[in-house]
């Protein structure tokens, strides 16, 4: 993991844990899938959960997954779909509230930023987005919470939206993506990137020369600054030059290769 007295902490992973083509590919052909977790979380610094997102957990589940990964080792968690798929966010505040009543703090120093995901329809609305972002807690159980904000419509390509990501200092997800808007705007005290165009085909799913341009902008990002060359929607809006720890996630369609992207690209952020 990169980590100076000038720079945030870099960490790249993958999405979930359970896949059954990475077995024999990125787990040993005879690890037990119940030792998966534990495997993955000592080759990655990170991993997204993704199911959180369909389902709800249970707090013993959440405190599991905590004591199977090593210290330093953190999660993302994915927000239920029943809190971002609804034609009035204002009205979400119960099912955020049943979210975290599922226990995600079980997760305790492992728990890192909580990503809200919205559906490619949902469009950007001001007074009703704002309203959702004031729901939003900023601490839980003790702990304090970092929201990632996930949109996928072109709506949300404008200064407003920046401007009230920034208020709430929320992250926007930058999504390098074949379909959705690319917004690489820094609105929050961390970064957070998910890398979606991998190829199966490639080893690293990206091809290297690709992998150590990402790198590079990873490293940009963690000692405060906006990299070059990515779609930024409000430039005049001034960034605040300060660490940043990062989170990349290497999620594609066909994901085969990710956990080989992630640990090539942590190995890059190194300096190997």
Same mark, same amino acid.
């Given at each position: 993991m990169a980590a100076a007295a000038k720079s945030g902490i870099i960490r790249a992973g993958?999405? +979930?844990?359970?896949? %059954?083509?990475?077995?024999?590919?990125?787990?040993? #052909?005879?690890?037990?899938? *119940?030792k998966q977790l534990e495997y993955a979380s000592r080759q990655l610094p990170? @991993?997204?959960i993704n199911g959180t997102y369909y389902r709800g957990q249970k707090p013993e589940t959440?405190?599991?997954? #905590?004591?199977?990964?090593?210290?330093?080792?953190?999660?993302?968690? *994915?927000?239920?779909?029943? $809190?971002?798929?609804?034609? $009035? &966010?204002?009205?979400? +505040?119960e099912s955020i509230e049943r979210f975290f009543a599922t226990g995600v703090t079980e997760l305790g120093d492992r728990l890192g930023p909580i990503v809200w995901q919205f559906a490619p329809t949902k469009k950007f609305e001001p007074e009703d987005f704002g309203a959702f972002l004031r729901l939003l807690p900023e601490r839980h159980a003790g702990r304090d919470l970092?929201?990632?904000?996930?949109?996928?419509?072109e709506s949300f390509c404008t200064p407003d939206f920046i401007r009230l990501a920034r208020k709430?200092?929320?992250?926007?997800?930058?999504?390098?993506?074949?379909?959705?808007? %690319? @917004? !690489?705007?820094?609105? #929050?005290d961390f970064v957070y990137a998910r890398l979606q165009r991998g190829e199966d085909a490639v080893p690293t799913a990206y091809p290297?020369?690709? &992998? %150590?341009?990402?790198?590079?902008? !990873?490293? @940009?990002?963690? %000692? +405060?600054?906006?990299?070059?060359? &990515?779609? $930024? @929607?409000?430039?005049?809006a001034p960034v605040e030059r300060v660490p940043r720890d990062v989170f990349?996630?290497?999620?594609?369609?066909? *994901?085969?290769?990710?956990?080989?992207? !992630?640990?090539a690209f942590m190995k890059l952020v190194a300096g190997g």
């Open positions: 993958i999405g +979930g844990w359970t896949f %059954e083509p990475w077995e024999g590919t990125f787990y040993p #052909a005879d690890l037990p899938r *119940k990170t @991993i997204e959440f405190a599991q997954w #905590a004591a199977a990964v090593p210290d330093g080792f953190v999660f993302s968690v *994915k927000g239920s779909r029943y $809190v971002t798929n609804r034609k $009035v &966010l204002a009205e979400a +505040g970092r929201h990632v904000l996930e949109v996928r419509h709430h200092r929320m992250a926007i997800c930058y999504a390098h993506h074949h379909v959705y808007p %690319e @917004i !690489a705007d820094v609105t #929050a290297p020369e690709e &992998l %150590e341009q990402w790198a590079e902008r !990873a490293k @940009i990002w963690a %000692e +405060g600054s906006v990299p070059d060359g &990515l779609p $930024v @929607i409000d430039p005049a990349v996630y290497f999620i594609h369609e066909g *994901k085969v290769r990710a956990p080989q992207a !992630a640990r």
